[in-house]
């Protein structure tokens, strides 16, 4: 019961995503069940302590959960002890002094502009509504850097032509606008008159899916796998590499770090500044073509 009811203050007050809210119910319930099973049936969060929850992280990694899944349910359990303190349930939050296990940072995959160029300007699409629609898909994310679930989110009326703006509905239903430039204008103008002329039914969204509902996550994701699997040598291809595709060129052609953030919708610079690694990378290899890079005792940053 008190995980639904935290469940419920995440979606009604906090305004949490589905999938979010999904991913929490899951963690919680893993952790009660584990609780259940050291305890004779019972979960009760007043008798759980530190160790415990130290024990349950050891289970996990003993059941070859990766460090960065570990941090994540661990994440959720602190909030929902969290929000057991706030709400009077608990006098002692057991997490607060339980640390994750450190892991990897992983630099973003990301596609190279040459490379994103020569997809989107090829002769990959044609002029029907699926090819036009998954051309949109693909100059969207990769044009803007919003996420798979705000793409699928865009209303008509979000679409400001006249002042080259979309108004985007992201994490926590915050919205923010992000400006586009003229080629991708037309290419929503020219997708909206082939839309138009399916029957379809009409719709509020600007990439409609069965029954007039909105495109679903699912379309996209296989969408964009389609199309970068031509790129070679890429490791992800997923909608979120157009995302990280969008930031690191944003990045490497001079923008501020402060409106990438803005446009990406992040809270904080600490998630943008990962980018800022990743175009390191990129320096580091063209310094390495240098001849004088190459004699030795030239490399640096190995």
């Not at 989107?120 to 036009?132: A, P, T, V």
């Not at 991708?184 to 409609?208: C, I, T, Y």
């Amino acid at each position: 019961m008190l995980i639904e009811d935290f469940i419920h203050y995440l979606q009604y007050e906090r305004g949490y995503s589905p999938c979010t809210l999904e991913a929490y119910s899951k963690d919680l319930s893993q952790f009660a069940e584990y609780v259940k099973a050291y305890r004779e049936g019972r979960f009760d969060p007043a008798e759980i302590d530190a160790d415990l929850v130290r024990n349950w992280i050891v289970f996990l990694m003993d059941e070859k959960h990766s460090p960065r899944t570990v941090g994540r349910k661990l994440s959720s359990l602190k909030s929902f002890f969290k929000f057991l303190r706030k709400m009077g349930r608990i006098s002692v939050d057991p997490t607060r002094l339980v640390q994750a296990p450190k892991c990897a940072k992983s630099l973003p995959s990301f596609v190279k502009d040459r490379d994103m160029e020569s997809l989107l300007d090829g002769k990959n699409f044609g002029e029907d509504f699926e090819s036009m629609r998954d051309r949109l898909i693909l100059e969207l994310l990769y044009d803007t850097g919003m996420r798979r679930s705000e793409l699928v989110g865009i209303r008509e009326t979000d679409v400001d032509y006249e002042a080259m703006m979309i108004r985007v509905t992201g994490k926590r239903n915050k919205q923010r606008l992000i400006p586009f430039a003229e080629s991708l204008k037309n290419l929503m103008l020219a997708f909206e008159k082939v839309r138009d002329q399916q029957e379809m039914g009409h719709s509020e969204w600007l990439l409609p899916g069965k029954g007039g509902r909105p495109l679903s996550t699912a379309v996209v994701y296989k969408v964009v796998r389609k199309y970068l699997s031509s790129i070679p040598l890429l490791a992800k291809r997923s909608p979120h590499v157009l995302r990280h595709s969008f930031a690191t060129s944003m990045l490497n052609n001079g923008a501020e770090l402060t409106a990438v953030k803005d446009l990406l919708g992040h809270s904080s610079l600490a998630s943008t500044s990962v980018y800022t690694h990743t175009t390191f990378e990129e320096l580091k290899k063209m310094y390495h073509a240098h001849p004088r890079a190459k004699k030795e005792g030239g490399f640096y940053g190995n």
